[in-house]
């Protein structure tokens, strides 16, 4: 049986009168692959970026990897995002004047000590060893996502978040990067990712429906889950 | 990777980069030229001071106690004290004798003209060339200390003991014109002397015959005597340590006297003076004493106040410009944040970039600093400013603070930006 890795309890967040997440209540096993859905202002960022350790609940707690986040200063959060989160972001936000390999070696830096080797390594799992030493402007979207998926994962995180991480890509490419998350599932890596996109929502384990800060439906898609099908998303679409 | 990011930051932000080095080259280029022009200045405006003549004036000291007592300048007590020519020269061997600019003894006295009226003289070295025990050349003499008289005619030179100058006044209410003879009676001496200038003092002096000193012992019969020696010499600004050594040098603790005794100011200057004129006492002339110091001062004050002002002018300007970097960078720096880098690891890389900047600024600066300084100095003073060392640690400081406090709003800013808000295009 696998053991929880994240867990919210009651969790609001509120700006003024604005209660972007209403008392949720969240439990994800390690390894689980989670999708968040939802209308624009359903509360998925807020939920995604307080699981990132990027912002803090106004109520309720989340236990992290055992830990209780939601009361740590933001040295604390800054620290625990560094060694238990990768985040890939839809606008993949690679910084333009570094190369592909140095891209994933400036989270290293911050993480513990750059390796262009490693580096190298994480890009070739993701396709793209022979464009290692490319600008982000010579490539292009779906490679800038990859590259943004090797950054993520080049610190062993023990949750990859995605905030639409298809957000910007093409059909194959989002083949591509869903793939990729699929072996990722595999090798045991827990996935969370917010989409608007069903097809990509509907390719998890497990699909959980915001509205207007709550939860409203959490779908067990294990049934219908593909594991083997590396072509998954392409032969849906289809 | 940290010099890594700085140097391709540095590349890619050249034009902003740019900007805020020619910001800093402005200021520190102004602070340097202001500082080693006014560490510089003080010579300089002391020796531009000395067209307004002597700042100290020896007498004898029986002559100076008549002229402090009773405000007596002439008459029985105060003429018949003197001082001894040979000690003159000896003003140069004194541990400020390289301040000593220009010195010049006086002898006054009253003699009878033309057979007709009593008429002051002044005996003095016009112009003296000496060469003193240390082998050191020296030309000094009372035309160095009246470079504002108005001169028709000529000055007297060294040995021109047969001529004479007259002041204006006396030449214009006895018809005197340059070559004409006068004749001059003391007791039994009398002696004809030719008119070889008048001059135009402005003071008490235009009534006065001026003649060699030997001719004036001559006429007294008081070889190798004189009444006065006024002294030009370079002097720091008094402050509360002059005054009170100028109350009385015993009062002093050793180190204080130390202190006192190796700094130029004029009461120092006085008091080794007297150590070597016999019976002399050395007085500053206030006005001049006071002008220079306080001409010196505001001097400084103004360049202090220029470069304080260039200084905060560079800081604003700095901390527009970082500032604007910064906003345009949130999102890059946004994602570090997001990366794990702590607040502190992105406010050292934006001070690195902005140090690294400043300090190429800097090194230009300073040396475009000392070029304006050679510029002031020969516009100003037609001389060169000595390059001060120590101007290099302050200007650093300087620039470190500079640099720091202009970088304070834009690390506020990043202190305060939430990897969210720029991540999500918020």
Not at chain 1, 16 to 42: H, Q, R
Not at chain 1, 150 to 159: K, T, V, Y
Not at chain 2, 13 to 39: C, D, E, H, P, Y
Not at chain 2, 87 to 114: E, T
Request: proline share 2%; net charge negative.
């Amino acid at each position: 049986m696998s053991s929880k890795i994240l867990e919210l309890n009651k969790v609001s967040k509120i700006y003024g009168n604005l209660k972007a997440l209403a008392d949720i209540n969240l439990s994800v096993n390690a390894g689980d692959w989670l999708s968040i859905m939802g209308p624009s202002g359903s509360g998925k960022t807020t939920m995604i970026n307080i699981i990132g350790c990027m912002d803090t609940p106004s109520t309720g707690s989340v236990i992290l990897d055992g830990v209780d986040i939601s009361k740590e200063n933001a040295a604390n959060l800054t620290r625990i995002r560094r060694d238990k989160i990768g985040l890939i972001f839809q606008q993949f936000h690679l910084i333009s004047y570094l190369t592909a390999v140095e891209n994933v070696m400036v989270a290293q830096y911050y993480h513990s000590m750059p390796d262009e080797s490693e580096a190298l390594e994480a890009l070739s799992k993701v396709g793209l060893a022979d464009r290692a030493n490319h600008l982000p402007a010579q490539l292009s979207g779906g490679e800038q996502q990859r590259v943004c998926i090797a950054r993520a994962l080049i610190n062993s995180p023990q949750i990859l978040l995605g905030d639409e991480p298809t957000g910007n890509l093409d059909e194959e490419n989002e083949g591509i990067v869903v793939d990729i998350f699929r072996r990722l599932h595999d090798e045991g890596v827990t996935i969370i990712i917010v989409t608007h996109d069903p097809e990509v929502g509907d390719v998890a384990q497990r699909k959980i429906i915001l509205e207007h800060g709550r939860v409203i439906d959490d779908i067990d898609q294990s049934a219908t889950f593909c594991k083997t099908d590396g072509q998954a998303l392409k032969l849906k679409a289809k | 990777m940290f010099w890594h990011i700085i140097m391709k930051t540095l590349i890619r932000q050249r034009s902003k980069m740019l900007m805020i080095a020619f910001t800093v080259i402005l200021g520190v280029s102004l602070s340097t030229a202001m500082m080693n022009v006014m560490l510089g200045v003080g010579d300089k405006v002391n020796r531009e001071l000395k067209v307004y003549g002597a700042n100290i004036t020896v007498r004898h000291k029986d002559a100076a106690l008549m002229s402090d007592l009773y405000g007596l300048n002439e008459g029985l007590g105060v003429n018949d004290k003197f001082l001894h020519e040979d000690d003159v020269l000896k003003l140069k061997s004194i541990f400020w004798g390289f301040n000593i600019l220009d010195f010049a003894p006086i002898l006054d006295g009253r003699v009878l003209m033309n057979s007709s009226f009593d008429v002051a003289i002044m005996g003095t070295w016009p112009m003296k060339h000496a060469v003193l025990s240390t082998g050191e050349e020296l030309n000094t003499g009372l035309k160095s200390l009246r470079t504002w008289w108005d001169v028709s005619g000529e000055w007297l030179n060294e040995n021109d003991d047969d001529y004479v100058m007259t002041g204006s006044i006396l030449a214009s209410e006895n018809h005197i014109h340059v070559g004409d003879k006068i004749t001059l009676k003391n007791g039994g001496h009398e002696k004809i002397f030719t008119v070889k200038g008048i001059f135009n003092d402005g003071g008490n002096a235009d009534s006065k015959i001026l003649m060699t000193l030997s001719s004036a012992q001559a006429l007294m019969n008081l070889h190798g005597k004189v009444s006065s020696i006024e002294v030009s010499a370079l002097t720091t600004p008094d402050n509360d340590l002059a005054r009170k050594a100028a109350q009385d040098p015993r009062s002093l603790s050793p180190e204080e006297y130390e202190t006192w005794y190796c700094t130029a100011y004029v009461s120092a200057i006085c008091h080794q003076i007297q150590e070597v004129i016999r019976d002399g006492v050395a007085k500053p002339v206030r006005q001049v004493a006071e002008s220079e110091g306080t001409i010196l001062n505001k001097t400084t004050l103004l360049m202090v106040l220029i470069t304080i002002l260039s200084s905060i002018g560079s800081a604003l300007a700095i901390s527009n410009l970082i500032t604007a970097s910064v906003i345009e960078r949130s999102q890059e720096l946004g994602l570090l944040k997001a990366l794990g880098a702590y607040n502190w690891q992105i406010a050292l890389l934006v001070l690195a970039e902005v140090m690294i900047t400043g300090l190429t600024g800097g090194i230009i600066g300073y040396f475009l600093g000392i070029g304006f300084a050679q510029v002031i100095g020969q516009t100003v003073f037609g001389s060169y400013i000595e390059i001060a060392k120590m101007v290099i640690l302050i200007v650093s400081v300087i620039l470190f603070f500079v640099t720091l406090i202009g970088s304070i709003p834009a690390i506020r800013y990043l202190m305060t930006l939430k990897p969210t808000e720029v991540l999500h295009g918020k």
